[in-house]
């Protein structure tokens, strides 16, 4: 069932109208908490111009630069990664956030973040965990460069997948089966550490995945041309892994990360996706969601929209949302 209107939606799945005249509950209570990414580097594959040259850290660098710098003057960090919680609950076995690329106000020290809305943000349940690791790398996927791929420890959240296409260093990267991890810093944490974003590139995607030709050394070339594989790349192996099919190649991505908190610019719960506004794509998140107070709680990517906290998604949440929404 697919709705596209919450009207529609409202009459078809909440009649009698009298339902409706409930209102709007109390204040809205849930908080988002948002991560903005402050430093990241890709471990493994690495990267190799002319053939033979290593050129990770040089990319490394570049990525670097675009999350600290404003190069082009619009007044927004070049490049931002984030992860909202909604809302950050460590105590919780699992809640629902959502990562994305931001739109993060320059300079960075005083900075402030949105959600991209043209990343097609989705809400993803993240799941924590108080022993144990929460993410390392697939066993046989790593070619053994140093520094290796960090592991997650505990405290950590592990969100399930989720599909990104991941920037690095000017590079948007289409990366499928995408789990992000970090461990907390602090209770209620204010900083990640130890992050690891893991995703699967396949060669196909790799093949259609021109380099921008700005970038240092790499530019104007196919990703799949400057990772160790089939091509006439001098190290000693070839990176490439299996996807989580057993069949398609490519290679497993791994960028460890460190993150922060920074204010995020847009406080309304009911805007789902984050980008400041509650609209259509903030419904298509909210619709599949609602329960009712006999079913109970929601999943946990359905958390955010619990509107008044209350430990249900329901009718209540929905008029919460009605009274929001600010049209298409
Ligand atoms: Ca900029
Ligand atoms: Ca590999
Ligand atoms: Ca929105
Ligand atoms: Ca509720």
């Not at 057993?246 to 309304?268: L, Q």
């Not at 990517?301 to 249900?312: K, L, Q, R, S, Y």
Request: proline fraction near 9%.
């Amino acid at each position: 069932m697919h709705w596209s209107n919450p009207q529609l939606f409202a009459v078809a799945c909440f009649a009698p109208a009298s339902l409706l005249a409930l209102g709007a509950s109390p204040v809205p209570a849930r908080e988002t908490t948002l991560f903005r990414v402050n430093q990241l580097e890709l471990r493994d594959p690495h990267v190799f111009a002319f053939a033979c040259f290593d050129a990770t850290a040089q990319l490394n660098q570049v990525a670097y630069d675009s999350l600290t710098q404003d190069s082009d003057g619009d007044g927004f960090l070049d490049a931002s990664v984030v992860l909202a919680f909604r809302p950050l609950d460590q105590s919780a076995g699992c809640g629902g956030m959502t990562p994305s690329n931001g739109l993060c106000t320059a300079p960075e020290s005083s900075t402030t973040c949105e959600v991209d809305p043209t990343s097609a943000p989705s809400s993803v349940a993240y799941t924590n965990l108080k022993v144990g690791s929460c993410l390392g790398a697939l066993p046989g996927t790593t070619t053994g460069y140093v520094p290796a791929v960090t592991e997650t420890a505990s405290p950590c959240f592990l969100t399930d997948e989720f599909a990104f296409e991941f920037t690095l260093g000017g590079i948007a990267i289409p990366l499928q089966h995408v789990r992000a991890a970090g461990t907390y810093v602090g209770n209620p944490a204010t900083v990640i550490n130890d992050g690891l974003i893991r995703g699967f590139l396949s060669e196909a995607d790799a093949d259609a995945t021109i380099i921008p030709p700005m970038v240092p050394l790499v530019g104007g070339q196919p990703v799949s041309a400057v990772l160790a594989g089939r091509t006439g790349i001098c190290t000693a192996g070839d990176d490439r892994d299996f996807g989580p099919d057993g069949v398609t190649t490519g290679w497993w991505f791994y960028v460890n990360f460190t993150a922060e908190v920074v204010p995020f610019a847009c406080d309304d719960p009911t805007d789902l996706d984050g980008d400041c506004d509650t609209d259509l794509a903030d419904f298509e998140s909210f619709h599949p969601c609602p329960s009712g107070p006999a079913v109970g709680p929601p999943e946990c990517n359905c958390v955010p929209t619990d509107f008044d906290a209350n430990g249900h998604s329901d009718l209540n949440d929905y008029a919460i949302f009605q009274t929001s929404f600010t049209g298409p």
